[in-house]
């Protein structure tokens, strides 16, 4: 049985080699002694888009030669990742990529030279992180630690707890990963204010914005309090020295697949369990994600940075990057996941790929996108949105081996509605050739979000809604609703136009949407019913 190890994938490379796996090309020892003294990339969250992705791109530099030194993962939140995903493993990965033919592309990803936790107790990790910034040859820090790691305030704009904490306590013992990574910059700083690029390359509007606005604003709280020297916020607002990109990621990378692991094991590939840390975090020493990757980056770096333009990636300027997820969040990708999540939790899905096989659902997202997304999109210039939306529909969202639920794309869903369907209403207002009140899938999702937040399917049954800061506000509006009503509060939702961003009653949507939510909650039956009737 081959077990994931460096000396399983030296001595056994045959056997590897005859199981389909594709193993690394480069001299590992070599590329963790050039990053042991001159590190150049440190990767804060360790988790699957990071192994899966970014892990994979730079593994394609080392193997041609291109590079000559590995990243260095660190983890700032679930520190279990460390020590349950890394150490036995010896930092490697199995990456499993999947089409939609059920083919299997198998990998070892061996880039990544180190995995250490950004946990101030631990004396080591501490140490060598300190050492990484302080160590001049450090060109970037990129993150994956999700939109939420870059808050520093709760819904009630107040700072959260840690960061009052972490505010308090000066750079000395900081929680948050912002002031972690603010922490460790003012170390830098301290040592010879060198130059260096903080990349955020998770999947959120304007990311590098939220990075920098997160570590400066410790900074700026620090120097006020004379925690430190107040030349230190000038270095990090000084773009000749520290620049922080903007960038769009694309790429499904889901929780571990049984079935993949189901595989890998006839495969002759052991001891591949699907690990559940004690912070509800799923991974697995393989890593399952569909083949289609985009990875966009803001060309904007002060110390240098790896040639990842030979692995795929894109660089460009900020403009462009905007405009890439601007197509991406607004038309050809999210604002269709987000009706397939709503939709196929009221009708008992859970998987967005059997929804696709549904004719209604599936042509539902074809209207979204071909008919009422795509007159109005941003078209980046760099990749074509018809070219994107066709892969998305027929390849990507069909995908049965990306185990993808419609539970987990419902999260959050206040947050995102005003982005994924408001701003393509915007574009229709902006338009004297277009007519907002003319659109139908994009207002019926609306009214289909409206008709889920009862936590009540079509069959009448109730189930569990996915986590949503506006959760218990806006099911009050809806309190003791029931199938069949014809009079509720649903309009004191649509109004807001803050979830919006537009005032949906005056441009003749309002109205529209709640005749569609009235239908939707007519009885059992009653969403399968309107959804057939409004996509004919």
């Keep these: 049985m081959l077990r994931l190890t460096r000396s399983s994938i030296r001595n ?76 036995p493993y010896d ?29 101030k107790t631990l004396e080591a990790d501490d140490r060598r ?43 000395e013992q900081p929680i948050h990963a912002m002031s972690i990574v603010a922490a460790l910059a003012y170390k830098r700083y301290l040592k010879g204010a060198y130059p260096m690029t903080f990349v955020s390359m998770d999947n959120c509007s304007h990311n590098g914005d939220k990075l920098k606005n997160g570590i400066v604003t410790i900074a700026k709280e620090w120097a006020a309090k004379g925690s430190v020297e107040a030349g230190f916020v000038d270095y990090l607002l000084n773009e000749q020295l520290i620049t922080f990109p903007l960038s769009m990621i694309d790429k499904i990378t889901p929780r ?118 795509l007159p109005v999109v941003v078209d980046p210039g760099i990749l074509s949105p018809k070219q994107f939306l066709d892969e998305v529909l027929q390849e990507r969202f069909a995908n049965p081996f990306i185990p993808d639920t419609p539970q987990r794309i419902a999260t959050d869903t206040s947050q995102k509605v005003g982005i994924r369907f408001g701003e393509t209403i915007k574009s229709y207002i902006r338009r004297e050739d277009l007519d907002p009140a003319g659109l139908t899938a994009i207002p019926l999702a609306i009214a289909v979000w409206c008709r889920y937040l009862l936590g009540v399917d079509d069959e009448g049954n109730a189930f569990t809604l996915s986590p949503d800061p506006l959760l218990e506000t806006l099911q009050g509006h809806l309190q003791g609703v029931v199938l069949g009503d014809t009079y509720t509060h649903v309009r004191a939702i649509l109004q807001d136009e803050q979830l919006f961003g537009v005032k949906l009653y005056d441009i003749g949507l309002g109205d529209k949407i709640e005749g569609m939510f009235y239908e939707l909650l007519a009885g059992p039956g009653a969403v399968r019913r309107t959804l057939e009737k409004y996509l004919k």
């Design 91 to 119: 930092n490697l990965t199995l990456l499993v990529l999947m089409n939609a033919r059920g083919d299997f592309q198998k990998k070892v990803v061996s880039s990544i030279t180190e995995g250490i936790t950004a946990d």
């Design 256 to 373: 571990p697949s049984e079935t993949v692991q189901a595989a890998l094991l006839e495969q002759g590939i052991g001891e591949m369990e699907v690990i559940v840390t004690s912070k509800n975090t799923y991974t697995a020493p393989f890593v399952n994600a569909e083949i289609s990757e985009y990875l966009v980056i803001e060309d904007k770096f002060t110390n240098g940075r790896p040639p990842l333009e030979q692995a795929g990636i894109i660089f460009t300027d900020r403009d462009t990057v905007n405009k890439v997820e601007t197509m991406k969040v607004t038309t050809c990708l999210n604002p269709l996941h987000t009706a397939l999540a709503v939709s196929g939790c009221l009708l008992s899905y859970t998987l967005i790929a059997d929804e696709m096989k549904d004719d209604t659902l599936r042509k539902f997202v074809e209207i979204i996108g071909y008919t009422e997304g």
């Design 12 to 87: 056994e490379a045959a056997s590897w080699e005859a199981a389909g796996v594709e193993l690394p090309k480069f001299d590992y020892d070599t590329v963790a002694k050039n990053t042991l003294e001159k590190p150049k990339w440190v990767h804060f969250g360790a988790g699957n888009i990071f192994r899966g992705f970014v892990a994979n791109a730079h593994q394609k530099l080392l193997d041609s030669g291109a590079a000559d030194t590995g990243i260095i993962a660190a983890e700032t939140f679930d520190f279990e990742m460390i020590d349950k995903v890394y150490k």
């Design 129 to 171: 992180l300190t050492e990484i910034f302080e160590n001049p040859s450090l060109q970037m820090a990129s993150f994956t630690i999700t939109e939420k790691g870059y808050s520093l305030t709760g819904p009630n704009g107040q700072y959260l707890g840690i960061v009052e904490k972490d505010i308090a306590g000066g750079p």
